[in-house]
C-alpha cells in the first residue's frame, strides 16, 4: 500500500471549527487497519455516488489530479471537512432537544494505492488526549480498538471518468446524515429489498434444514428471528445470527446441525447477493410473519407474529389416554370464559 496523501481534521461542531492534528510517521499503519477494517467488516454497507459531481467526490477527484500540489489538496481536504462540520451542526439541531448528541471526533483522510487499485479513505474516529508513560505528557491519538471507530468510508475511484463510483460505508450507529447528507450516496439496494431478501433467505434455509427434524427448536428460533427483525432499529446480521442461533440451547438438534445451520446462515448475505446492516423495512415482511396451524377439525391457531417467551405461552403434552393437547396462556378474560367448562357432578 502506498499513502500519496492524508490528513487529520479535528471537528468541533459546538464551536464550529476545524482544527488540523498533527501525522506521525506511523501513522500510515493506523491507515491500513482502517482500509482493512472496512474491506473486512461483515457490516460494511455499498453505496454509490449520486453522480460524479457532488461535492464530496469532487474534491476527491481533484486531489487525484493534483497529487503534487500541497496547497490544492489542503483547499480539497478543508472543503470535504468544512461540509461534515456543516452536515453535524444541522444534525445537532434536530436531535438536541431529545438529549442526544452526535459523537465528537476527528475525519482522517487518506488517497492510497493498494494493489492497483486508487481508493480514497474517510474516517471518523474518536481522537482523545492520553498520558504518556514515560514522561506523563499529555498528547492526543488514536485507538486500535474497532469500537472507538464511529464510521468509515472507502470510495474506489479506478475510473477517473466513470459517472459513479462505489462506496463501502460502516457506521456504528443507524444515523443517515454520513452517508446521506454529507457524502451524498445513494444505496446499491434500498431498505425495502434488503429486508425481503434477508427475511426470505433465513426463512428458506430455517425451513429446508430444521422444520421436519426438529420442529420444536424450528419454531423458537423461527420466533426469536421474528422479534428481532422487529425491535432492531439497523439490522445487522451478525447479531442476528449471534442472538437467535449461535446462543440457542437446542431440545431436538444436533450439535452437528446447528454448526451445518450457522454455517449456511453466514453464507446467506452473499449468496442470496443482500447487505449484512440495513434498516428493516417491517410493512414489506409482517403479512409473511404469520403463521396459521391447523391443530383440529375446523380449529385453528393464529400466530400474528413475534412472541415474547412462546415456549412459555403455547405447550403440547400428551394425556395419560393418549390424547394430545395444546395448553396456551390466555390474557383475555372472555376468551377464558367461553371455554370455561366447570364440569357436571
Known amino acids: 500500500m502506498r499513502i500519496i496523501t492524508q490528513a487529520v481534521k479535528a471537528i468541533d461542531y459546538e464551536e464550529g471549527k476545524i482544527f488540523s492534528k498533527s501525522i506521525l510517521p506511523e501513522f500510515g499503519e493506523y491507515i491500513q487497519q482502517l482500509i482493512v477494517h472496512i474491506q473486512t467488516n461483515k457490516s460494511v454497507r455499498e453505496y454509490k455516488t449520486r453522480s460524479a459531481e457532488t461535492e464530496v467526490i469532487q474534491a476527491i477527484l481533484n486531489i487525484i489530479d493534483h497529487q503534487t500540489e500541497e496547497g490544492m489538496i489542503e483547499e480539497d481536504i478543508n472543503k470535504i471537512a468544512s461540509r461534515l462540520l456543516q452536515k453535524e451542526s444541522e444534525v445537532q439541531l434536530r436531535i438536541g432537544s431529545m438529549g442526544a448528541r452526535v459523537q465528537k471526533g476527528s475525519l482522517i483522510l487518506s488517497l492510497v494505492e493498494k494493489e492497483g487499485s486508487t481508493l480514497f479513505l474517510m474516517a471518523k474516529v474518536e481522537h482523545t488526549d492520553f498520558f504518556e508513560d514515560t514522561d506523563y505528557s499529555v498528547k492526543s491519538g488514536f485507538s486500535k480498538e474497532e469500537e472507538k471507530i464511529w464510521k468509515t468510508c472507502l470510495f474506489e475511484v479506478d475510473d477517473r471518468n ?18 446521506r447528507d454529507f457524502l451524498e450516496l445513494e444505496e446499491l439496494q434500498s431498505d425495502e429489498v434488503n429486508t425481503s431478501k434477508a427475511f426470505q433467505a433465513v426463512e428458506t434455509t430455517l425451513s429446508r434444514n430444521l422444520k421436519k427434524t426438529a420442529p420444536y427448536d424450528y419454531t423458537v428460533i423461527r420466533n426469536a428471528i421474528y422479534a428481532y427483525f422487529n425491535t432492531a432499529e439497523q439490522f445487522d446480521f451478525s447479531e442476528m445470527v449471534e442472538r437467535t442461533l449461535e446462543n440457542y440451547k437446542p431440545n431436538d438438534m444436533t450439535v452437528e446441525k446447528k454448526e451445518n445451520l450457522l454455517r449456511l446462515f453466514y453464507e446467506l448475505p452473499e449468496k442470496k447477493k443482500f447487505d449484512s446492516r440495513f434498516h428493516p423495512a417491517l410493512a414489506i415482511i409482517k403479512p409473511k410473519m404469520r403463521k396459521t396451524y391447523d391443530v383440529y377439525n375446523n380449529i385453528q391457531v393464529k400466530v400474528l407474529g413475534e412472541v415474547e417467551g412462546i415456549h412459555d405461552i403455547i405447550q403440547s403434552y400428551q394425556a395419560e389416554d393418549g390424547n394430545r393437547y395444546l395448553r396456551i396462556r390466555v390474557n383475555n378474560d372472555m376468551v377464558f370464559q367461553a371455554f370455561a367448562c366447570r364440569g357436571q357432578d
Open 162 to 179: 466513470a459517472l459513479q463510483f462505489l462506496v463501502k460505508v460502516y457506521s456504528n450507529t443507524s444515523a443517515k446524515y454520513w452517508w
